[in-house]
């Protein structure tokens, strides 16, 4: 059988730490290699980890500076010699099955991660499961399948894949070459920079619906009590993530996705900070508006969206690049005693013009700013076939919502 190396960071938890390593040393897999890594605890930890270490071979022990999660973890993966590689809180617990049926599922799929459940202890004492938004069964075409849902569905708004590394199961191989990527200053979330680095690594991937970890949530915890340094924390998490996803064939799809993911948070530290909440209140992203920069533009949709990416390219000194604002409803922009019927219309450098225009201007780029996916693609064929534009020349913008939060996002992103 494989080693599968059992990564353990260990800070301050006497009062939970035999509970955990009783767990694992319950594991029906018993080809384990359990490291327990010591991050500067000031309690007993470390003298309990050593009474473990001396009753079980398997277990080895690290006494390290106190350097934060992701520096553990790090060093974890770089020190970790088996096939395999799970996490383990130290403060929660796993069932005696869990590694055995993970390790079964890896093997007989020859899948790079597999995925289960997790039964989540609030600090209500309610529990609850918490699971991928994914059927379960093994997933060959990320690219159509996880991919466009991974970081955030936009259809459900929740993450397509939950970011614990202690309900998985990752090749050793693969993630060491991801953990020389991430930044071992990120403190919160760290294990979001490591999934979703992971799974770009991957061919296939399989979803379990059955959970085998306890996951504790205790009052004073970081996820749990924001602390002023998170702004800079989150700037360098989504920095590190957006390089990654920048560089990646699914940039397009995962870009909008992890802006939307930035407003969360963001809107969290304001909130868990300043009891602020500017959820609410909305704007857009748009996915690859650089591209459009010095080309000539035509807009069509007078809409929401339409408006607002007429705002986001004067915003970003590129205003000029448009040559005229188009919608088959263009009469509707406009009162019924000629005056425009809002405040940004009247703004306008042209007035909304019908579709017909553009035949009798010059351009590079007729661009849909339609939110919908469907209703765009109805536009575009319209374009196409009524009005006979090249469809070369036609871009739909794959835009998304975001929220006031992201003052803070831009930073980032």
């Known amino acids: 059988m494989a080693k599968v190396s059992v990564i353990v960071p260990v800070y301050n938890v006497e009062k939970y730490l035999r509970r955990c ?11 384990l290699e359990i490291l327990l890594l010591d991050d500067g605890s000031s309690d007993n930890s470390y003298e309990i980890m050593s009474e473990y270490a001396q009753k079980d071979s398997r277990i080895k022990i690290f006494k390290c500076e106190h350097k934060g999660i992701a520096t553990v973890r790090k ?9 395999y590689v799970g996490f383990v809180d130290s403060d929660d617990w796993i069932e005696p099955d869990m590694y055995s049926s993970l390790y079964n599922i890896m093997v007989d799929n020859d899948c790079d991660l597999v995925s289960s459940d997790v039964s989540v202890h609030g600090v209500d004492g309610n529990e609850w499961i918490d699971y991928d938004n994914y059927k379960a069964g093994l997933y060959t075409d990320l ?10 569905d936009f259809s459900v708004g929740m993450k397509g894949m939950r970011c614990y590394l202690v309900s998985k199961l990752f090749r050793t191989s693969k993630l060491k070459k991801v953990i020389e990527k991430i930044d071992p200053r990120v403190f919160y979330c760290e294990d979001e920079m490591i999934l979703y680095r992971y799974c770009l690594e991957c061919q296939s991937i399989y979803i379990m619906r059955e959970y085998f970890y306890h996951y504790v949530k205790r009052t004073g915890s970081a996820e749990l009590k924001p602390n002023e340094n998170e702004p800079e924390n989150m700037y360098r998490l989504f920095s590190n993530l957006k390089e990654a996803f920048e560089a990646s064939p699914y940039r397009n799809v995962l870009m909008p996705q992890l802006y939307q993911n930035a407003v969360y948070l963001n809107n969290r530290i304001l909130r ?5 909440d500017l959820g609410q209140k909305s704007s857009w ?10 080309h000539r533009i035509v807009i069509y949709g007078a809409g929401a969206c339409g408006q607002a990416l007429y705002k986001e ?3 970003h000194g590129h205003g000029d690049d448009i040559v005229a604002l188009v919608d088959k409803n263009y009469d509707k922009a406009k009162k019924s005693d000629g005056k425009t019927a809002s405040e940004f219309l009247d703004s306008l450098k042209y007035e909304v013009k019908p579709v017909s225009f553009v035949n009798d201007i010059d351009y590079d780029h007729l661009v849909v700013a339609i939110y919908n996916e469907s209703t765009a693609k109805e536009a575009i ?7 006979n534009i090249p469809e070369e020349k036609i871009i739909w913008m794959n835009s998304c919502k975001r929220d006031i939060a992201s003052i803070l996002s831009l930073a980032y992103l």
């Open 21 to 31: 390593l009783d767990s694992i040393l319950a594991q029906t897999y018993e080809n």
């Open 75 to 83: 060093n974890g993966i770089e020190w970790a010699t088996g096939d």
């Open 285 to 294: 992203y748009f996915s690859e508006i650089e591209k459009l920069y010095r």
């Open 272 to 276: 868990g900070l300043y009891d602020i």
């Open 143 to 152: 690219e159509r399948d996880i991919f466009p849902t991974l970081i955030h």
């Open 381 to 387: 064929k319209e374009l196409k076939e009524i009005w």
């Open 313 to 315: 390219l004067w915003l």
